[in-house]
């Protein structure tokens, strides 16, 4: 072999190692992309529970009576809150106070929410949403595993949320990282606490009836919200309390997490 064919061979060994690392990266990119685009998911599986205040707890009116719903499906429901990663990967901005790629996106309002998902759904073909009411509850509450606690996943405040910056809480008047926290029976994380969570209800007045795939209101103006935030007190972080915003809004201390269905 003369030195023209040797170093001929050496060029297309190098070509193809770089092509190799180029279509590599460009998997690992692709692989990137997607996390970043769709959130991890928890299942929960359909079932019964009593929705509402069911202790002495009860700060308003709005989390009584106590009553029976039924969820006939089971779905998907992200299992941390969307972060300021998956926001900006779809919209572009990032409109949050506190800034930070793993803290929760916040700072938006139901609409603007609205806009995010219709975007993804485009991006990925799937059907992400927003949970109802009663499906925010049922997966706090931790589901069919479901051990009773007041917050999501214990009953001490400390273990599952931050809190309560007005309130001697452990917040620091700040969002924090997703998933720091111990998470509920079903392994879904800040479902009390960091930032309160968009539900796609109108918010409607609780009966005594027992409900079956409750869908809220069809006349009140007001969006429901969730789960207390960095803010405000632990009363707030409870898994019963209803909290009702405007929908054109925007609100620091309010982000969201995803639902897919079955």
């Known amino acids: 072999m003369n030195h023209k064919h040797f170093f001929a061979i050496i060029a297309m060994v190098a070509m193809c190692i770089a092509?190799?690392?180029?279509?590599?990266?460009?998997?690992?990119?692709?692989?990137?992309?997607?996390?970043?685009?769709e959130p991890?998911?928890?299942?929960?599986?359909?079932?019964?529970?009593?929705m509402g205040c069911t202790d002495t707890d009860c700060i308003v009116d709005r989390e009584l009576p106590a009553h029976?719903?039924?969820?006939t499906k089971s779905y998907y429901i992200g299992k941390y809150e969307v972060t300021q990663a998956q926001w900006k990967a779809v919209m572009g901005n990032n409109p949050s106070y506190d800034q930070g790629d793993d803290l929760p996106v916040a700072w938006l309002s139901w609409e603007?929410?609205?806009k995010f998902i219709a975007k993804l759904n485009e991006m990925t073909g799937k059907n992400y949403r927003l949970p109802t009411e009663a499906e925010w509850e049922f997966a706090a509450r931790g589901g069919n595993q479901s051990k009773g606690y007041k917050y999501s996943g214990s009953d001490n405040i400390d273990d599952?949320?931050?809190?309560g910056a007005v309130a001697g809480g452990n917040s620091g008047n700040s969002t924090h990282t997703i998933g720091i926290k111990q998470p509920n029976e079903l392994g879904i994380y800040d479902m009390s606490g960091n930032v309160y969570e968009y539900c796609n209800d109108l918010y409607a007045s609780y009966t005594e009836e027992p409900q079956t795939d409750p869908q809220g209101s069809v006349g009140d103006s007001?969006?429901?919200?969730r789960g207390g935030d960095f803010y405000y007190s632990a009363m707030y972080c409870?898994?019963?309390?209803?909290?009702?915003?405007?929908?054109?809004?925007a609100y620091q201390n309010v982000g969201f997490r995803l639902v897919l269905s079955l």
């Open 238 to 249: 409870r898994v019963a309390y209803r909290g009702k915003v405007t929908p054109s809004f």
């Open 68 to 71: 029976q719903v039924t969820l």
């Open 40 to 50: 991890e998911m928890v299942l929960v599986e359909a079932g019964t529970f009593t």
């Open 222 to 225: 007001l969006r429901v919200v």
């Open 112 to 114: 603007d929410v609205q």
């Open 160 to 163: 599952v949320a931050w809190y």
């Open 19 to 37: 092509l190799f690392s180029t279509c590599k990266k460009d998997k690992k990119n692709e692989s990137e992309k997607k996390f970043e685009l």
